[in-house]
């Protein structure tokens, strides 16, 4: 008898017990597939046809996901080489280009974190326009304006990171804007009224653009929030706001579909 | 070889002649979405895009700034968004016409059909993000991360932008301080876009494409969407050099270039060029046309409205949502108005009181 590589893979009781069920096309075993598999079953086993079209969806929900955990993947690798200080910072940045062999790492975590603000765009454009906000799924709609600012969020907290020019000027910039909350920051309308007497409680060294900072400018009390930020505080929210984004995309009678 | 064209659009771009024309082919836009998603306009229109684009590669500048390496992602969205606001109008308007001759939109007929996930569905996700991943690795590849010198808080660069996804907030600090256009108006869209399913709530029209029946809500949205916040960033992003001073898309960004800054306050425009009496020294005297100005900007429209134009959306909503709404709409139409005013009258604030940081 000839022998049948792929035979003996699938036979074998390792390959069986990752695997429960074969490529059947019995619709009980595709059921299966999906039930079976931990990551298929964020999926329904069965969907609208009109639904589970590219031209309906954009497929940019699943894109923006999928785009996340790219970032995830590449943003842990990228943290085995870089030091949240300014000592090292930029160095840290400039060795990865030069010393690490086909070093592209950076290049997808950077140009990838574009791609997710694009796509996050993307698909709260398509619900827009499919009218797929409306009741029952106002919440949801609620959730993924949250996470639209949180990607937001996510990328500029990176983009101080690499230390350079760029990143602290247009962070700069960025957090300038904080001086003028009203009545939080120190530049902002109603923070003058804000005192005990003659002591105002409400200076740069107390406002709201000094609790981003870590300081009164952009230094290494900056980098080392902003690294926290980036890597931890955001990231941990943002999966606990997906989760409950998808779940509820199920709980709220599936993608949505005409009456 | 384009030199007289590429002088003819410097000569021509200014903030207000590209807000105004964006703004007048978004209108054409939503007027007349049929004729204007149809095969040889799109196609015309593709052509004039891609003819400009090509045109102002040839051009140094231009593609110096259109090819910095983070600038790269707006041309793409550009193009990105762009395709899909002409799809899904398209979708639209074939479902429109469905629903106009009785028969069911192109989602209703498969809405009762369901395809099982595996493999269906698997199969569309599985292709896309190949797709995207041999797309990103293509452009990692092509395209290195900048990394400018060291940082170095005594040396800014000029000029010095933010991220470009909120260079549509800097741009609007041309026309407003920073508590309105760094805090209030973000602030204001988040609340504003939470806000939508809250006001739109009926579920018919929705799970499918449509225009016709929802056509005052995607008007606003998308008006919002590109003109008061793609077309800023593209503003901020290509158009605005040292000093934060427009330059056409041609044009060498200067750092010597001199605008001269004539702009005036309400307050002098009334006191001091209207009535001639020099401006009153208590800022609650001084300001009060500005605050005037504001009051009647808040309180007529909402009033008048509800008896006339917005009657049955008054009716339908109910006093508070309508109030939401109204000053919701009132808020982003103040933008452009803002920035109206400053071009046609030089206008810089109708309420200034730097007493305390409160400018308008």
């Known amino acids: 008898m000839k022998f049948n590589l792929s035979k003996f893979i699938?036979?074998?009781?390792?390959?069986?017990s990752m695997f429960r069920h074969g490529y059947s096309t019995s619709d009980r075993d595709r059921a299966l597939s999906v039930m079976t598999n931990v990551f298929f079953h964020l999926h329904p086993v069965k969907v609208r046809k009109s639904g589970a079209r590219f031209g309906f969806t954009w497929c940019a929900g699943g894109l923006s996901f999928f785009v996340f955990l790219t970032l995830v993947v590449?943003?842990?690798?990228?943290?085995?080489?870089?030091?949240?200080?300014?000592?090292?910072?930029?160095?840290?940045?400039?060795?990865?280009?030069?010393?690490?062999?086909?070093?592209?790492?950076?290049?997808?975590?950077?140009?990838?974190?574009?791609?997710?603000?694009?796509?996050?765009?993307?698909?709260?454009?398509?619900?827009?326009?499919?009218?797929?906000?409306?009741?029952?799924?106002?919440?949801?709609?609620?959730?993924?304006?949250?996470?639209?600012?949180?990607?937001?969020?996510?990328?500029?907290?990176?983009?101080?990171?690499?230390?350079?020019?760029?990143?602290?000027?247009?962070?700069?910039?960025?957090?300038?804007?904080?001086r003028a909350t009203p009545f939080l920051g120190h530049e902002g309308p109603g923070a003058a009224l804000l005192s005990i007497g003659d002591i105002q409680l409400i200076h740069s060294g107390s406002d709201?653009?000094?609790?981003?900072?870590?300081?009164?400018?952009?230094?290494?009390?900056?980098?080392?929030?902003?690294?926290?930020?980036?890597?931890?505080?955001?990231?941990?929210?943002?999966?606990?706001?997906?989760?409950?984004?998808?779940?509820?995309?199920?709980?709220?009678?599936?993608?949505?579909?005409?009456? | 070889m384009f030199d007289s064209f590429e002088h003819l659009i410097d000569a021509v771009s200014s903030p207000v002649t590209i807000f105004?024309?964006?703004?007048?082919?978004?209108?054409?836009?939503?007027t007349f979405p049929r004729q204007l998603t149809s095969k040889w306009v799109s196609l015309g229109t593709l052509f004039l895009v891609l003819a400009f684009f090509g045109i102002g590669l040839t051009d140094e500048h231009f593609r110096k700034i259109v090819s910095t390496p983070d600038n790269v992602p707006i041309v793409?969205?550009?193009?990105?968004?762009?395709?899909?606001?002409?799809?899904?109008?398209?979708?639209?308007?074939?479902?429109?016409?469905?629903?106009?001759?009785?028969?069911?939109?192109?989602?209703?007929?498969?809405?009762?059909?369901?395809?099982?996930?595996f493999p269906y569905l698997i199969f569309i996700e599985f292709v896309i993000a190949l797709a995207y991943g041999a797309m990103l690795v293509i452009w990692s590849l092509w395209l290195k991360a900048p990394l400018e010198e060291p940082a170095n808080p005594t040396v800014s660069p000029n000029p010095s932008k933010a991220p470009w996804y909120f260079l549509g907030l800097q741009e609007m600090l041309v026309y407003f301080d920073p508590w309105i256009a760094g805090v209030l108006l973000p602030t204001f869209i988040i609340i504003g876009l939470c806000a939508i399913p809250y006001i739109d709530r009926d579920p018919a029209n929705s799970g499918f494409y449509c225009y016709k029946a929802r056509r005052a809500v995607i008007i606003a949205y998308l008006f919002g969407f590109w003109i008061l916040w793609i077309l800023l960033i593209i503003m901020g992003t290509f158009l605005r050099g040292p000093n934060w001073n427009f330059f056409g898309p041609f044009e060498v960004w200067n750092v010597h270039k001199v605008v001269p800054l004539v702009n005036v306050n309400l307050s002098e425009i009334v006191f001091i060029k209207w009535l001639g009496v020099g401006l009153p020294k208590q800022w609650f005297i001084r300001e009060w046309p500005g605050f005037a100005v504001l009051f009647l900007y808040f309180a007529i429209p909402?009033?008048?409205?509800?008896?006339?134009?917005?009657?049955d959306v008054y009716k339908k909503l109910e006093p508070t949502r309508y109030l939401v709404l109204v000053i919701l709409l009132l808020v982003m139409i103040a933008l452009p108005i803002k920035m109206y005013l400053r071009w046609a009258f030089n206008l810089k604030y109708l309420v200034a009181i730097p007493e305390f940081f409160f400018n308008i």
């Open chain 2, 20 to 30: 105004t024309f964006a703004t007048a082919v978004f209108i054409l836009f939503v």
């Open chain 1, 10 to 16: 699938t036979d074998s009781q390792i390959y069986k």
């Open chain 2, 302 to 311: 909402p009033a008048v409205l509800a008896r006339t134009a917005l009657k």
């Open chain 1, 74 to 178: 590449s943003g842990i690798l990228l943290m085995f080489y870089y030091r949240p200080t300014v000592e090292y910072a930029y160095n840290d940045i400039l060795a990865l280009r030069e010393h690490v062999p086909f070093g592209i790492m950076r290049e997808l975590h950077r140009w990838g974190a574009h791609a997710m603000i694009i796509t996050v765009w993307l698909h709260m454009f398509r619900v827009f326009m499919t009218g797929s906000y409306k009741p029952p799924r106002e919440f949801n709609w609620v959730i993924g304006v949250i996470l639209l600012v949180l990607t937001m969020l996510l990328s500029f907290t990176g983009y101080l990171l690499p230390w350079d020019q760029l990143a602290m000027w247009a962070i700069t910039v960025g957090s300038n804007m904080a």
């Open chain 2, 76 to 117: 793409g969205l550009m193009f990105i968004f762009g395709y899909f606001t002409w799809f899904a109008m398209k979708k639209a308007v074939e479902n429109d016409r469905r629903i106009e001759k009785g028969e069911p939109t192109v989602e209703q007929l498969e809405t009762n059909d369901k395809v099982l996930v």
């Open chain 1, 208 to 259: 709201v653009r000094f609790a981003l900072l870590g300081g009164r400018f952009v230094g290494a009390g900056a980098l080392l929030r902003f690294y926290i930020l980036h890597c931890v505080a955001i990231p941990t929210v943002v999966v606990v706001l997906m989760s409950v984004h998808f779940w509820r995309i199920r709980k709220d009678g599936g993608i949505s579909g005409p009456l």
